[in-house]
Every structure is written in structure tokens, then in C-alpha cells.
């Protein structure tokens, strides 16, 4: 056995080159990657781009149609109007509890009409009976 | 220069015998944690094979879904049993090719430890849903960097080794293992970066994936087996290698050929169309490197009948590269790009494939090393000759019936599949008989496992036998009083 090829400083240099060869593929892609970083183009990208180009278009016309400007500008008038107006009271009978005192107040002030006598409901005779063969009956 | 004399051979003996010694730990925590996970591998795989003609077994509960079982039992078979197992090839042969003693035993054990709770962890996080549903790589992805990890330390005493070792050249064993401990973090390195450190597409994605699995089986199992069988062949037989030259191509041309199969996978898919013809061309080049290895072997071990008669390494090895033969056989008629690979491309006949390789192949090259191995690092001799021998026969049987099922079901089922006029129903429906013998086939390798477990424990907790005698397949004596009673 050739005594200088097993020694300390041997065996420690082969441990990081073993260490450096595992992760050699990994510094490899590493530099793969940073001279080939760029951001893959798909057709995603390029059809994404026409949809970018409509929605600008359409950002643009809205912000046409209605400034903000404007909106700003109007908002401190309104503001003052609506301070301004005195709110009413809201009267809404059918908001009211049903058999609750209010709603029994309201009952007593405004009885309801009295209902309308019912009409005999009419005999119906053989003859009216519509035929069951399907055809519409003959109408009077 | 060395002479064969008394002395010379009684320091190698004990060198050797320190050697051993000072691997029986880390050599048998691997070969014992490695054949737990391939019972459970094997269990999980039952189950999946259950679930494809019988989807209403288990179906209540979403753990034992087919996609996550499927996943945990193809993972546990890889990085469970299939890297456990490498690790104490690696570790062992490579100490005693070096004449080195293991000084990291400390080291090496604790991240075997680490290695197995990666391994737990990412099955567990697979049968809870949180696989990343990328074939062979389905650990959730932050376990991919511990495994990484525990690797490194495992192995980078072995390259200590290797580079201390005493002067002369290296023996082609250890070029198939110093290759096979370098391209592994490569092709591992490289997939888990491109596919979870960096944002691509995901086509591309499938096709790293692809890659990867090919890259798995070619540049990390194959050469562990076949530095092993390079190992085994000579010492079993006591022949050498038939051709040194051989050898050399058979290395070199897997080198070259093998880091560019894979893609074939991907046939049809909107990648580069030269992409999936390389890699159908690639795979069914290492037909190649496969034939050399398997030539060269197979004529030592061939010469020898009487040996692979008895010894159970030595028929565990000749049953492994027979199965690479037929291994890359299948390769060459499975993928080609316009004919059989739409076949096989999305049936069972991939799953053959990848059974063929992960078991017939390498995992019976590492029973056969085991066979030879462990009883001089536990210094006892195997207890039972039959449950060695039910150890075979039954694995052979199942994987024969597992490859070929497989293979002629998926390729039927590919068939159905390309066939427009039928519904996809059909083409599943002509895969679920076949599933039933997979089934079966799945039942008798889990036995066969166990019988392999339940004698390494033994040999483990050192109950062998002792005895200067191996134990081997068929009885010395009883085969000469046979012989002699004939004349």
C-alpha cells in the first residue's frame, strides 16, 4: 500500500471535491439560467397583448366620458345641498308591526270597509260540460 | 510486487475481515430499513392493483385513493427500498474494492436515519394529497433537499475511498459505482431545481419528469447493479470477467446513450419533435451498454452451471440480468415513435417496464449481493435454505407475471385506446383482467418479500447459523449421493 495517496490532507480535499462535484450540476444551471433568464414569451403573452392594448382603450374613453375632475369639483356643491335639506319623517304604514299597540291604533283611526256580500256561485248544467275528446268546446 | 504468499493472504483476510466489520451497521441498517419499505412498497402496490379492477375497494376513504397509493407505492419501492438498497452496494463494495475501513459509520447512520424519516414524512404527505402528482417524483417538494442531504453524506465516504485507495487502476465495479454516485445528484439535482426552484412551462415540466424517471433507472440503478454484478459474477464463479474491452464499451457506450432516453414519453405532446425521437432512439440504443454487461457475465456465470445450481447469489444475479435482456428488448420494440409507443405510452405496459427494471432487474442483483454479503458482515451463515429458495422462485414467478401481464395487457389496452371508434371505457375494461393477475402476481412477491425480511432480521439480530459452510440452494451431499446412486 502506497502510504502518501491515504493522509489527512488527501482525504480532506477529496471531501470537498465531492461535496464541490454534487453541487457542480447545480452552480451549472445556475449560470445556464442567469445568462438565460428571460422571461419566456408564450402565446399567452402575445394575445395578452392586444387584450392590453383594448383595455387601455376602453380605460381611456371612460376617463373621457367622466373626469375625476369633475366628480371632485361637483362634490363639495352637493355636499352643501344635502347638508343643507331637512330630512322629513317617513310614514309607511306597512312597516308597522302587525298586532302591535301602534299597528291597533292604527286599525281604530282607519276601520276598514265593510266587505261586499258574496255572489251564489252558479250551477253548472250537463250541457256546459266541455267535450273530452280534446277539441275546445263550441262557445256561446 | 505482491506474491500470493501465507502472509500476503492471511493480511488480506484480515483486512477484509475489518473491512466487514466495520460495515455490518451501516450495511445492515440499509439492507433492513430497504426490504421494510419494499414489504410496505410491495402491500401499497396490492392495493393499487385491487383498485384498478375493484375501484369500490376501500373507496371511502380519499387516503387509500388510487392516484396517492399508486404514488406511495411506486415512491417507497424507489427511494425506500431501491436507494436503501444502493447505499449498502455502494458503501460495501466500494470499501472492499478500496481496502478501506468505514470511518463515518456515525455519520452514515445518521443520515440513514434522516433518509428514512425524509422517506415517511413524504409518503405520508402523499397518501394526505399533498403529492405533487409528478411520476417517481411525488414527495411533497420540501422533502427533496433533505433526501439530497442525507445523500451526500452517505455516499462522500465512499469517494474518500475511492480516491485513498491503494495504488492501481479501478476495477470496472468501481467505475459503475463512482459514475452511478455522481449522476444521482446530477439527474436528481437538476429535475427537483428545474421543476420546483424555477418557473417553466408546463410541458416542459413533463418532459424533465420524464427525463428523470429514465435518468433514474439508467444512470443510477443500472450502474449500482451492474458495478455489482461485476463484483459478484467473478468472486462467485471464481472465473474473470470474459472480456476487459467488453466491459469498457459496455460502460462507456451507457454513458454516452443513457442521459439522452426519456423523452420518447412525450411523443405527441407540443415539445420540440426531435425531442421524444432521441429519446425513443436513446432507449433502445442501451440495448448496447445492457448487451455487453449482460454478455460478459452471463458467459462466466454460464461456464459455471454447477455453481449457479447451488449458489443463491449467483442464480439471484444470473434471474437480474436475464431480466435486462428482456428489459431492453422491451425498450427497442416499445418505443418506437410511429407504432408501439402510442401503445405504450399511457397504459400498463410503461408500468411493465418500470417494474421489469425496479425489481427483476436491480432489486434481484441486490439479492444476490445480499446473499453474499451479509453473511460475512454478520459473521453467520443464512439459517434456511428453503426460505431462500421460496425467496426465488416466488419473486420470479410474480415478476414474470407482473412484466408480462403488464406489458401484453398494456399494449392491448394502448390499442383500445388509439382506436377512436371505441369508447375509452373499452380500453379500461380490457385493462381490468389483466389487473387481476397483477393482483395475484403482487400477492406471491409480498410473500416472497417477507420470507426475505424475516431472514435478514435473523441475520440481523445474529441468529445465523455458524459454520465455516454456506448455505446454498440444494444440498452438496445429497446432490453427490444422487449422482452416485445414478451410476
Known amino acids: ?140 | 510486487m505482491s506474491s500470493d504468499t501465507p502472509i500476503s493472504t492471511a493480511q488480506d483476510a484480515l483486512t477484509r475481515s475489518g473491512i466487514d466489520r466495520s460495515l455490518r451497521h451501516p450495511v445492515m441498517f440499509f439492507l433492513m430499513s430497504g426490504s421494510a419499505w419494499l414489504a410496505i412498497s410491495m402491500l401499497l402496490g396490492l392495493i393499487s392493483s385491487v383498485k384498478i379492477h375493484n375501484p369500490d375497494f376501500m373507496s371511502d376513504c380519499a387516503t387509500m385513493s388510487l392516484g396517492r397509493v399508486y404514488a406511495a407505492h411506486v415512491n417507497t419501492l424507489v427511494y425506500g427500498w431501491g436507494m436503501q438498497a444502493a447505499f449498502a452496494m455502494i458503501l460495501w463494495l466500494m470499501a472492499r474494492l478500496s481496502g478501506k475501513e468505514c470511518s463515518m459509520i456515525g455519520s452514515i447512520l445518521t443520515a440513514g436515519h434522516l433518509w428514512n424519516i425524509g422517506i415517511a414524512i413524504g409518503v405520508v404527505g402523499i397518501l394526505a394529497g399533498f403529492g405533487t402528482g409528478m411520476p417517481w417524483m411525488e414527495f411533497p417538494p420540501f422533502a427533496w433537499p433533505v433526501l439530497l442531504v442525507a445523500y451526500a453524506v452517505i455516499v462522500i465516504g465512499s469517494f474518500i475511498q475511492f480516491r485513498v485507495r491503494p495504488e492501481g487502476g479501478a476495477m470496472i465495479s468501481q467505475w459503475y459505482l463512482l459514475a452511478a454516485m455522481i449522476w444521482f445528484p446530477w439527474v436528481y439535482l437538476t429535475a427537483n431545481i428545474l421543476l420546483h426552484c424555477i418557473p417553466g412551462h408546463p410541458v416542459m415540466a413533463a418532459g424533465i419528469n420524464a427525463w428523470f424517471k429514465s435518468g433514474m433507472v439508467f444512470l443510477f440503478f443500472t450502474p449500482v447493479a451492474l458495478g455489482t454484478v461485476y463484483y459478484i459474477t467473478p468472486k462467485v464463479t471464481g472465473l474473470p470477467i470474459f472480456s476487459n474491452q467488453l466491459a469498457k464499451i459496455g460502460f462507456w457506450s451507457l454513458a454516452i446513450i443513457a442521459p439522452w432516453a426519456g423523452m420518447q414519453k412525450l411523443a405527441g405532446a407540443p415539445i420540440p419533435i426531435f425531442l421524444p425521437y432521441v429519446g425513443g432512439a436513446a432507449t433502445a440504443l442501451i440495448f448496447i451498454p445492457a448487451c455487453a454487461a449482460a454478455v460478459n457475465n452471463l458467459r462466466s456465470i454460464l461456464a459455471n452451471r454447477e455453481t449457479l445450481a447451488l449458489s443463491p447469489a449467483l442464480r439471484f444475479t444470473f434471474a437480474g440480468l436475464i431480466s435486462l435482456v428482456i428489459l431492453v428488448i422491451c425498450g427497442v420494440f416499445l418505443n418506437l415513435p410511429n407504432s408501439t409507443l402510442k401503445a405504450s405510452q399511457f397504459s400498463m405496459a410503461g408500468y411493465s417496464a418500470e417494474i421489469l427494471a425496479m425489481y427483476g432487474f436491480f432489486s434481484f442483483v441486490i439479492f444476490g449481493a445480499a446473499y453474499f454479503i451479509v453473511p460475512r458482515v454478520t459473521r453467520r451463515e443464512w439459517l434456511s435454505r428453503r426460505l431462500i429458495r421460496w425467496h426465488f422462485l416466488f419473486s420470479v414467478y410474480g415478476i414474470i407475471t407482473v412484466a408480462a401481464v403488464a406489458l401484453i395487457g398494456g399494449y392491448l389496452q394502448g390499442t383500445d385506446q388509439e382506436n377512436w371508434e371505441l369508447p375509452w371505457m373499452t380500453a379500461a375494461q380490457t385493462g381490468a383482467a389483466y389487473a387481476v393477475a397483477i393482483t395475484f402476481a403482487w400477492c406471491m412477491i409480498l410473500l416472497s418479500n417477507f420470507f426475505f425480511f424475516i431472514h435478514l432480521t435473523l441475520m440481523w439480530l445474529r441468529l445465523g447459523r455458524r459454520g465455516p459452510n454456506p448455505t446454498l440452494l440444494t444440498n452438496p451431499h445429497a446432490a453427490d449421493a444422487l449422482d452416485s446412486a445414478a451410476h
Not at chain 1, 395578452?48 to 369633475?70: F, G, H, N
Not at chain 1, 256580500?117 to 267535450?131: D, I, K, L, N, R
Open chain 1, 1 to 140: 500500500m502506497d502510504p502518501t495517496r491515504d493522509n489527512p490532507i488527501i482525504r480532506f480535499t477529496t471531501f470537498w471535491w465531492g461535496i464541490g462535484t454534487f453541487l457542480i450540476f447545480a452552480l451549472l444551471l445556475a449560470v445556464v439560467w442567469s445568462f438565460n433568464g428571460k422571461t419566456p414569451v408564450t402565446l399567452e403573452d402575445v394575445v395578452a397583448k392586444a387584450r392590453y392594448e383594448t383595455r387601455a382603450k376602453v380605460d381611456q374613453a371612460q376617463a373621457a366620458e367622466l373626469s375625476q375632475d369633475a366628480i371632485k369639483a361637483a362634490m363639495p356643491e352637493m355636499a352643501k345641498k344635502l347638508a343643507a335639506a331637512k330630512p322629513a319623517p317617513v310614514e309607511k304604514p306597512d312597516q308597522v308591526i302587525p298586532d302591535s299597540p301602534t299597528a291597533k291604533k292604527l286599525a281604530a283611526a282607519n276601520p276598514p270597509p265593510p266587505a261586499a256580500p258574496t255572489p251564489p256561485a252558479p250551477v253548472e248544467s250537463p250541457s256546459s260540460t266541455p267535450p273530452a275528446t280534446g277539441q275546445d268546446a263550441p262557445k256561446p
